[in-house]
């Protein structure tokens, strides 16, 4: 089975986390990536959509309500809004915060799910709460992959902890190991001349 769609959360230390991911994928990665970062409401909305794609040969896209996702490319959440996975689309919101966070990672990895069943691969990265653990509980609950960061090679182990505590049939993978990993649940898209 092919997975169609990766949702990935980070927090304390993770924009290098991301980048080293996003950096081991090729531009034909026959996916479409979304990613939840917890970042200052009043972040540049555009830096870490640029930091990111000076990282990786994906496309990287700042999420915008109703965005078509594509295969090769990665959508950020904006600073202050959650990023929810639709059937193909994405959709944003202002709704309350959760665990504290918007974007919340919980919000992107159980809308994600329930959009993409088991063809959801979920990825927990670095952080220092508990947000993304009831996420990817829904994300194995329906048949998708789930994946967390080694919490030895996490810059903080509580996210990658609580995930694990909550899923403890996770895949538990290194920093470095995340991106191979992705490229075999996903595939690579055949390209034609």
Avoid: F
């Amino acid at each position: 089975m092919s997975h169609d769609l990766v949702a990935i959360g980070a927090s304390w230390g993770g924009l290098d986390a991301v980048r080293t991911v996003l950096g081991g994928l090729p531009a034909e990665l026959d996916a479409a990536v979304v990613i939840a970062q917890h970042r200052a409401p009043e972040s540049h909305p555009t830096a870490y959509r640029d930091l990111l794609g000076a990282a990786t040969r994906l496309k990287v896209r700042e999420g915008d309500d109703k965005d078509e996702l594509l295969p090769g490319t990665a959508y950020v959440a904006a600073p202050d809004y959650h990023l929810l996975v639709e059937q193909g689309t994405l959709a944003l919101t202002t709704d309350e915060r959760v665990q504290y966070a918007r974007p919340s990672i919980d919000v992107l990895l159980q809308t994600a799910a329930e959009a993409y069943r088991e063809r959801c691969v979920g990825v927990v990265l670095t952080g220092a709460n508990a947000d993304g653990a009831n996420g990817l509980v829904r994300v194995a609950e329906l048949g998708g992959a789930a994946i967390v960061q080694d919490p030895a090679t996490a810059e903080r182990d509580e996210m990658p902890r609580a995930a694990l505590a909550r899923v403890p049939g996770a895949t538990v993978a290194s920093i470095a190991e995340i991106a191979p990993l992705l490229v075999e649940l996903c595939g690579v898209a055949k390209v034609t001349a």
